[in-house]
């Protein structure tokens, strides 16, 4: 699969931790309950996870 970068709409995330629980190493939660990117970068499928469409990823 390939690499992308990703960014995360934090007004959109609900904080589910589907993201986390299905890429950890490249999600975290924040102190705010949020999700965010650990590295920037992550599967290009993974936009496809979030059920309220929070994950963008540029191609």
């Given at each position: 699969m390939?690499?992308?970068?990703?960014?995360?709409?934090?007004?959109?995330?609900?904080?589910?931790?589907?993201?986390?629980?299905?890429?950890?190493?490249d999600f975290t939660m924040n102190d705010a309950g949020l999700?965010?990117?650990?590295?920037?970068?992550?599967d290009e499928e993974a936009k496809d996870i979030c059920p309220v469409g929070a994950i963008s990823v540029e191609d």
């Open positions: 390939a690499r992308k970068k990703v960014t995360i709409d934090q007004s959109l995330c609900i904080g589910c931790g589907t993201c986390v629980g299905v890429y950890a190493d999700a965010e990117p650990i590295t920037g970068e992550a």
